[in-house]
Each structure stands twice: as structure tokens, then as C-alpha cells.
């Protein structure tokens, strides 16, 4: 039995079938996830992401940043430190911080493996277009909480999962890289399992506050 890498539930029924993969939704947390053997090995899961071309100098992608961090900035208190968990091949989120004032440090399995920057804590970490690619959300929350220090910022931005109408025609599913789909019920799910204030800033970014 197959369980939900979320919550470790076995409430895993029919979301969605498409002629690439099949999809489940946990009938406790909501997670709506790609059952394992769809999912790609290290090597093609990197060949996909070499196809980005992430530039901190260009602007429309400094703009689609700037949704979630713009109003972080705007709350942070001075001398704040961070992390940018998965910032991919060309770290932007790290070079607007520094314009803001705030240090940050980077780290993505593929491009910044630095371990280092994952031995200490942070006031605030950012995860933009991340943890729907990440096969088990449990234990990478769980170790973003021990890295964030008592009062800190945890940054997720992900498109959010539409109804099971709307989601054979949604463009998102189509990314094979991405296996595990939020809805807000999910968010709710997880500031209740950590004890986070959950923050809803756009349509499709989360600020969940540490106490």
C-alpha cells in the first residue's frame, strides 16, 4: 500500500489519469502526488532543469520572484539572514537580497550542494518553485524547520492544484519533474502539523511563520 509522502497516510484514492502518468490525492492532507515509478532518475530529473536559463539579470524573472520576496523583504528586520533552498543554476533570489540589504546564502542539490549552508539556521528561507518537485515533502519540511530559527520566515511558492475538472487542461502537471501538487487545504495541513502561522500572499505564495 502506497503512502502519502506527506503525512504517511494510506487514504491515497483516484485523483486524475493522463496518457503520461497517473495522479493520487491523500483524503487527509490533500497532497495530490505522482505514485513513485513515474518518477524520473537523478540523471534525466537534472538534464530537465539544465533547460532552464534562470538569469538574475533579467528582469521579467526578477518580477515573478519579486511576488514572493518583495513582501518579505518589506518585513524583515535588519541584519536578517536567509537561505535559498533550490535556487538552480543561476541563483537570483540571493543577488535581490543583497540589493535589500539581507545576506543569503545558497543551496540546490544539483548546482550548490554545499552542506555547510544547511548546518545552521536562518531567519527566513525561500523555496520558489521547489517543493512540488521534492518525492518526500515530509522530510525536507522537517529539516527546514530545524534550520529556521524561533520567529522565522518559510517562503513557498508553487502553482496551486485546481479541481480534477480543471486539472486535466492544467499546464503545470505537464512539467515531469513535478510530482507533488499543494492546494491551500494542504498548506492549512502543514501549519497545523509545525505549529506555523500560514500567510497568503498571491495566488500561488505562502509565507509559513515560525512562533
Not at 40 to 47: A, H
Request: hydrophobic share 35%.
Amino acid at each position: 500500500m502506497s503512502l502519502c509522502p506527506l503525512c504517511e497516510c494510506d487514504a491515497l484514492s483516484h485523483f486524475h489519469q493522463d496518457k503520461k502518468r497517473a495522479y493520487l490525492r491523500c483524503d487527509n492532507c490533500h497532497l495530490v502526488v505522482v505514485p513513485k515509478h513515474y518518477l524520473l532518475c537523478d540523471e534525466q530529473e537534472k538534464n530537465t532543469y539544465d533547460q532552464h536559463r534562470n538569469d538574475p539579470q533579467d528582469m521579467r524573472y526578477r518580477e515573478f520572484l519579486g511576488r514572493a520576496v518583495n513582501p518579505l523583504f518589506s518585513q524583515l528586520p535588519l541584519g536578517a539572514e536567509g537561505l535559498d533552498f533550490g535556487c538552480g543554476s543561476g541563483p537570483t533570489i540571493s543577488v535581490m537580497a543583497a540589493e535589500a540589504g539581507f545576506a543569503m546564502k545558497n543551496y540546490d542539490l544539483y548546482y550548490y550542494n554545499v552542506p555547510q549552508n544547511l548546518a545552521r539556521t536562518y531567519d527566513f528561507i525561500t523555496m520558489t518553485e521547489v517543493i512540488e518537485h521534492i518525492a518526500e515533502p515530509k522530510s525536507l519540511l522537517m529539516r527546514l524547520e530545524r534550520l529556521l530559527n524561533p520567529g522565522g520566515v518559510l517562503v513557498v511558492m508553487t502553482k496551486l492544484v485546481e479541481k480534477e475538472m480543471e486539472f486535466g487542461q492544467w499546464y503545470y502537471k505537464g512539467d515531469p519533474t513535478h510530482i507533488c501538487f499543494y492546494s491551500m487545504e494542504t498548506f492549512d495541513w502543514i501549519a497545523k502539523q509545525f505549529s506555523w502561522r500560514l500567510e497568503c500572499v498571491d495566488s500561488d505564495v505562502v509565507f509559513f511563520h515560525k512562533h
